[in-house]
T-cell receptor, first 112, second 114 residues
Framework: GEDVEQSLFLSVREGDSSVINCTYT??????LYWYKQEPGAGLQLLTYIFSNMDMKQDQRLTVLLNKKDKHLSLRIADTQTGDSAIYFC????????????FGKGTHLIIQP | SAVISQKPSRDICQRGTSLTIQCQVD?????MFWYRQQPGQSLTLIATANQGSEATYESGFVIDKFPISRPNLTFSTLTVSNMSPEDSSIYLC???????????FGPGTRLTVT
C-alpha cells in the first residue's frame, strides 16, 4: 500500500523556525495535508496543498511540495511554546472523495 | 469549516460488549469517514460511510466487526462489536469540506476495553 514517512521527533528553540519533513510514495497524490494534534485533543487541519502547487503560505506556516521527489515540508516561523504538538502529514489520491493515509507523526519539542 | 461532534467522548467497556459511536455534522456533507488511532500511533482509515448504501471498508476491517450506518448527509454511526482490549483506541470521524480537498475531524471517542 501507499506509505507516508516522517521523523518521529524534532527539537527547536523558541523563536527559531521549525521545519517538519515528510515523504510519500503515492505518485497519484492529489492533496497533501498537515494536521496538528495537541495532547488529549483531536486533529486540527493546519493547511493542505493541491499537488499542482509547489508552495503555500499562511501566516507563520509555509508548505513546500517537491512532487518529483515526493517530499513535503512544513515550516513554522518564530516557533512558540504553543506550537508544541504532534504534526501529522497525510495524503490522498482521490481529492475529497477518499480517506487519507497518514504518517506516524512528528513530535515537535520546543526548548526555552 | 464544518463543526463535528461525537458521542460519547469516552467510554470504558467490558470485553465482549458493543459500543455505538455517533458523529453529527452541522451541515450536509458528501463524504464521511471513520478512523482509528491506537495508543501512541497514527490514524488508520477504517471505512468510508456512504449515504444510502453500505460502507466501503479498508483492508483489515470488516462489516461484522465495525458496522456503520449513514442514514443522511449529516449523521453517521460506527459500532465496535464484540470488543476486546485490542480495540482500545480513539475513534474519529471526518468529513470532506466544500472547498475541495480539505477534510475535518471530529474530537474523537476514546474507548477503553477492559
Amino acid at each position: 500500500g501507499e506509505d507516508v514517512e516522517q521523523s518521529l521527533f524534532l527539537s527547536v528553540r523558541e523563536g527559531d523556525s521549525s521545519v517538519i519533513n515528510c515523504t510519500y510514495t503515492d505518485s497519484s497524490s492529489t492533496y497533501l495535508y498537515w494536521y496538528k494534534q495537541e495532547p488529549g485533543a483531536g486533529l486540527q487541519l493546519l493547511t493542505y496543498i493541491f499537488s499542482n502547487m509547489d508552495m503555500k503560505q499562511d501566516q507563520r506556516l509555509t508548505v513546500l511540495l517537491n512532487k518529483k521527489d515526493k517530499h513535503l515540508s512544513l515550516r513554522i516561523a518564530d516557533t512558540q511554546t504553543g506550537d508544541s504538538a504532534i504534526y501529522f502529514c497525510a495524503e490522498t489520491s482521490g481529492g475529497g472523495a477518499d480517506g487519507l493515509t497518514f504518517g506516524k507523526g512528528t513530535h515537535l519539542i520546543i526548548q526555552p | 469549516s464544518a463543526v463535528i461532534s461525537q458521542k460519547p467522548s469516552r467510554d470504558i467497556c467490558q470485553r465482549g460488549t458493543s459500543l455505538t459511536i455517533q458523529c453529527q455534522v452541522d451541515s450536509q456533507v458528501t463524504m464521511m469517514f471513520w478512523y482509528r488511532q491506537q495508543p501512541g500511533q497514527s490514524l488508520t482509515l477504517i471505512a468510508t460511510a456512504n449515504q444510502g448504501s453500505e460502507a466501503t471498508y479498508e483492508s483489515g476491517f470488516v462489516i461484522d466487526k465495525f458496522p456503520i450506518s449513514r442514514p443522511n448527509l449529516t449523521f453517521s454511526t460506527l459500532t465496535v462489536s464484540n470488543m476486546s482490549p485490542e480495540d482500545s483506541s480513539i475513534y474519529l470521524c471526518s468529513v470532506s469540506g466544500t472547498g475541495g480537498g480539505e477534510q475535518y475531524f471530529g474530537p474523537g471517542t476514546r474507548l477503553t476495553v477492559t
